[in-house]
């Protein structure tokens, strides 16, 4: 017996509100970088005000986040907490780790910035020894994170893969249409779409893009187009008008 599929996720609808988009602006560039959640914005600000009077944040408030942030994280992910880590402390367990750490020459090790000095310097000399490198990566604060991971949640990742499988579907359609070639769709993710004009970009796209305030990324040869929950079906239609007064087919 063929085991029955679940049903699609009910699509959201657009979300616009809950970011910094003003009105006239069309932004289907979300893989470049995404805009920010107000909430997300918010909690930042709320953060750093914070740091204008440390004296009133108790210890258990100073870690608090850390545990919700892994516990969020984890349920994003489908997996649990113990199996997230964020930011290891005990410096005997960083020597041991290093000691143990096969390093060969030309691989990278990757830290987290402002780390306590017994978790650098057996870094550095680990890869000091074996001809490696240490990369420092900077990192964004917990309650920032916190408050996106929670939005995220009450949206849920299937239902956000669902309603922006909807409008990469539908740029698929409509770039045919104008002899734009895609990948099948077994061969595309979701949430970002790759269009190619059969004859090259046109000369006058970005002008007219940007004319028109509507955001995509010009790679190469081909259009990236990557929305979010802020956009909706206008959106995608915009953008082709636009195409299609680029290409003459209008």
Not at 26 to 36: E, I, K, R, V
Not at 150 to 161: K, N, P, S, Y
Request: proline content about 7%; overall charge positive.
């Amino acid at each position: 017996m063929t085991p029955m599929q679940p049903p699609n996720p009910a699509p959201i609808k657009a979300v616009r509100n809950l970011f910094e988009i003003p009105e006239g602006i069309t932004y289907l560039n979300c893989a470049s970088m995404a805009p920010q959640l107000r909430c997300v914005t918010e909690a930042g600000l709320r953060a750093v005000r914070t740091k204008a009077s440390p004296w009133n944040l108790s210890v258990a408030e100073w870690f608090a986040g850390s545990e919700e942030l892994r516990n969020l994280a984890a349920r994003v992910m489908g997996t649990d907490s113990d199996g997230v880590a964020l930011v290891p402390a005990a410096s005997y367990g960083i020597a041991t780790a290093a000691a143990n750490l096969p390093l060969s020459p030309g691989q990278t090790i990757v830290i987290l910035h402002q780390q306590f000095p017994s978790n650098v310097y057996a870094w550095y000399e680990l890869a000091k020894k074996n001809g490696g490198r240490v990369v420092v990566a900077q990192r964004i604060l917990a309650p920032m994170a916190i408050a996106a991971l929670r939005q995220i949640l009450a949206w849920g990742v299937e239902r956000i893969q669902r309603t922006l499988s909807l409008l990469t579907e539908k740029v698929a359609q409509l770039a045919a249409d104008i002899d734009y070639s895609v990948l099948p769709r077994a061969q595309r993710s979701g949430h970002m779409i790759g269009i190619r004009p059969a004859r090259g970009i046109p000369a006058g796209l970005p002008q007219l893009l940007q004319e028109a305030k509507v955001f995509v990324s010009v790679r190469g040869d081909s259009i990236r187009v990557a929305p979010y929950l802020y956009n909706d079906a206008d959106d995608i239609e915009r953008l082709f008008g636009i195409l299609r007064k680029a290409s003459g087919c209008q």
